[in-house]
Structures are given as C-alpha cells and as structure tokens.
C-alpha cells in the first residue's frame, strides 16, 4: 500500500526531540537514554503460511522489529504482543507460536510486558510492539549519510523464501557495535531487499548512490538480481565516513570473523541512482 | 479466549521495577517518570461493524488505549498505528478512519510516532499502542485497595451500544485528577463492563467486595443487568480509603460538576463478593 504518507498528513506528528515516522524506529527522550520504539506486524498469507511452523512464525514476529532495533543501535527492553485469532485455529497454535516467541525473547533479552487478543473473522495477524534504549549520542537514523560516505553491507543476501524468513538472527550485536563506535552516520535494517532498501537511505540522507552490483554479497545459488530484489535478508545497510572505514574494517574482522561485511558502493551528492537499479527511480518520487 | 495467562508462562516476563501484564498498562522507569505502555486492538465483527462510519472505528481505536491510560493517571504522548487492510477496502476506508483517528489524538495531546500495515485476507483489524507518562508516586494500579476502601464509579454505565462505544471519551482528565490527588488506592477503567471488571480488581488487589446494586449509576433505559454487564462503558472503577471519601466528594463536584461520581460499595477482607453478582465466582478462579 503506498497511502501511508498520505495517511501521515492527516493525524498530529510528533515535534521536538522526538523521532516519528520514517525510520526504523521512533525515538523518544528518556532520563539520558532515547527510548526507541517499534512497531511491526504479520499477517498469514503475507509475512508466512498457515502449515509453516508455529513457533518459527512466532520467532519471525519478534525478529522483525528486533532487526529494525539493531539498526539504530538500541538494546531490546520489552515486547507487547497483540495477535488476532480466526475461528479455525486452535489455542495450540497460540502455544506454540508463544514458545517460538519466548525462545526469540530469552535469546535477544526480551520481557514480555503486556499484550491484547482479538478474535477475527479470518486469517492470522500479530502485531508486535518493541521497546528498546540507547545512548543519545549513539543513536544512528536513516539520513545521517553525507556525500561521498561508504556503503556497507552486512552478511549475505537473497534467497530468503527458502527458510532463511523464518530462522533470521537480527544484528543487533552487530548494530550496538557498530553505533557505540559510532562508525555509521546512517544505518537501516534490509528487510524489502537492497533494491527498495538503499534508495530509501539515500533518500532520507539527500543523497544519491553509486554501487558496484558485482559486489553485492550473495547467498549460495542466488543471481544478483535476487540478491536485491528478494527482501527478508534482515542485514544491516550503512554508511562509513571514509576516514573511518580502515578502522571499521579491520576492527569487524576481529568482532565478527563469521560474519562478511562488504563495501559496496558509495553515497553521492547528486540525487541520483545507478540507471539499472532494480528499486527503479519511483523510489525517489514515493516517501518510503 | 481464556488462554493469555497460559500463554504469559512460555515467555520471560519483566522483573524489577516494570509492571508487566496483568494491569492496564505497563509501566517501566524513564527518567524521573515513568512510561506507560499500552496495547490495544479492534477488529472487524468484534469491536466494530463494517459499516459503521470509519472516522468513529479511528476514535474508538485510540479512545480504547487512552482509557487504560485515564486508569492508571497518565498522560498520553504517541501512539503507534498498526492496521491489516484486506481486499475488498479502498483507501478511502483508511482515509476516513485516520480522519478520526486524527481528532481524538489533537483532542488527547497524542502524537502518531509510527505504524506499519499489511494486507491480510479478510476483515480490517487494527491494533495500536500508545505511551504515557506518571509522575511514580501518582501511578495508581489495579491492586492496591485495601480492605474497607469505597468503590467508586465514573459517570453511567450500559447501553453502550446504543452508540457509546464509537463515541465515548476517556477520563483522561479524572483519572489524572484522581492520581495526582492520590485519592485512589486502585484504579482500573470500565472495558468488560462492571460486572467482570470489580472482580478482576478485586482479585488483583486481594480482596472481595460488597455492592450496592442498586446504586450503580445506569444510563437512561438501561437495567441494572445491562449496566452491570454490557461492557464499554469506558469509566473509571476505584476505590478509596474511607478518610479521604469526603475530601474525595467534595472536591469532585468543584472540579467534574457534570460527571457523576457514584460510590457504589466497599472492599473487603474476606475474599468473596455478592451471591447474585453477574461476573460469577468463575473470575475468582481465573485470572483475568
């Protein structure tokens, strides 16, 4: 749906000091720390299928919005979970679906601070709320990007539809790593693909990109063109100074020897994108 | 669905310091404060009806979450928005409800800080969370009345679907009084209706209660059985310590001259409640 800015017009937006739609997470003043918060959902039919798994789908519901936490830097707080239920499924579902849940809450340091159900007429939906901290000055958003900043990405992307949706581990070591260094002026979680995803930074950034697409960091057996296209990778995407990238580099080898990162491409200060980018120039017409 | 606290034993819960499920809202430390977390949803054949006007479901959607909020003596700050969209909805439909949605929050001081949407096969279902703040020596909750405390109402109840329930405000003003005044031991607002609620506050701060039922405020044309047991009445049920009931009374009719305030009956030691009480001794035995 493309409404959402639409939609934003028409309701009070938060002012002064406070983040509010755009990025990955609104942030809000608390005692020194910025209180981030998330919210996130998933629908049956849309973010997973009725016979997958329970508890994987439970996992995915948590991840998501823990994957958008981990691109500003924040460490998860509590979770309020709202699901609604249609008349074919069974309490059991729920079970198993809140087992794979808590496994994903013990893991990443999640509590469970209150929630809602509702029945429905049909299909599956879960809405998650996250809550999350970080230092003021760690905060990383979407449109701290300068001109000439290099592009960075994490892990590998593409062919998520085979599993990978359902069993992701969001980056928040990685994130928090990366924002208490504050080696990133700007940071998103890659969860549309590269394609939609970068477009979307450098927009934010008043920014343009160039990316070398031979270097987009790709899973066994997928093309680069589904690298950037297939989305739920839940990597992170981010910007280094130059300065800043022998460092970033050397010091990730040492942090994350398993994990890749791999400089791509890098930001412009003409507003413009590669002209076989596969986001197409909408992006750059549409709010994200 | 009687299976949430089921459910609440698969996950961590949070610990010192956060008031997690159980009231209504959650309550974490931020700064000198604290925050309030609230989540709530409304769907399609449950809360609302399909064609009812879209502009009055925005209302209720966040009306619903500022009354949990009025309970607990916040102030509200923003709100997150998630809503499912199946097929046969224009945007128009979201158009509307967000024009609603729109005028309650510039009415309540709320601010939209995010949201997210999804397609999802059938019905509309929307859930949104909302944040507050209290001062932490004003937070009230739903277990604090002692034994001996006056209960009290808010304004009339039943009858709400006669159009009540699209159209209601909530006590954010009493409720605020009320806490800032410390003059409730336990506060909780009037969702299922009186007659499941009294026993759900009863339970949560130990106790049992006797009940006038003659005294319950009704709205015109409404039974006692419908006041005690229609639900979205949207008020404030709390209780009082006897020594502050006229300081309590007094004060309220300067302050809410055209809002009742009605005490009911009174807390007590032995944890039991009227025979005849429509709610059943079945919400002693479980939780709510």
Redesign the interface.
């Known amino acids: 749906?493309s409404?959402?800015s639409?939609?934003?017009k028409?309701?009070?937006?938060?002012?002064k000091g406070?983040?509010?739609?755009g990025d990955d997470?609104?942030a809000?003043?608390?005692?020194?720390d910025l209180?981030l918060?998330?919210?996130?959902?998933?629908?049956?039919?849309?973010?997973f299928r009725r016979g997958e798994n329970p508890a994987k789908v439970g996992w995915k519901a948590l991840c998501r919005p823990l994957s958008d936490l981990a691109a500003m830097g924040g460490v998860p707080?509590?979770a309020?979970?709202?699901f609604?239920?249609p008349p074919d499924v069974e309490?059991e579902y729920?079970?198993e679906f809140?087992?794979g849940?808590?496994r994903a809450?013990?893991r990443f340091g999640?509590?469970?601070?209150?929630?809602?159900?509702?029945?429905?007429?049909?299909?599956i939906?879960i809405?998650v709320?996250l809550?999350g901290r970080v230092p003021r000055r760690e905060l990383v958003t979407r449109s701290g990007a300068g001109a000439g900043d290099l592009i960075y990405v994490t892990g590998s992307l593409g062919g998520s539809g085979r599993g990978h949706h359902l069993n992701f581990t969001p980056r928040l070591k990685e994130g928090r790593w990366i924002a208490s260094r504050r080696l990133a002026t700007a940071m998103m979680d890659l969860s549309d693909g590269l394609g939609a995803d970068l477009p979307r930074l450098a927009r934010a950034s008043g920014c343009g990109f160039e990316v070398d697409q031979s270097l987009v960091p790709r899973n066994p057996r997928v093309t680069t063109a589904s690298a950037l296209s297939d989305g739920e990778d839940y990597e992170l995407l981010f910007t280094c100074k130059p300065a800043l990238a022998g460092r970033l580099e050397s010091e990730w080898k040492k942090a994350f020897s398993k994990t890749r990162l791999t400089r791509i491409g890098n930001t412009t200060k003409v507003k413009s994108m590669p002209p076989d980018w596969p986001g197409g120039w909408d992006h750059f017409a549409t709010s994200a």
Chains 1, 2 share one sequence.
């Open positions: 749906m409404c959402w639409g939609l934003l028409l309701v009070p937006l938060p002012e406070i983040l509010g739609p997470c609104a809000i003043p608390c005692g020194r209180l918060l998330k919210t996130d959902c998933v629908a049956e039919g849309v973010h707080g509590e309020l979970i709202t609604f239920s309490e729920w079970e809140y087992r849940l808590g809450a013990r999640v509590t469970i601070a209150g929630g809602e159900m509702s029945r429905q007429p049909a299909g939906a809405s709320t809550t």
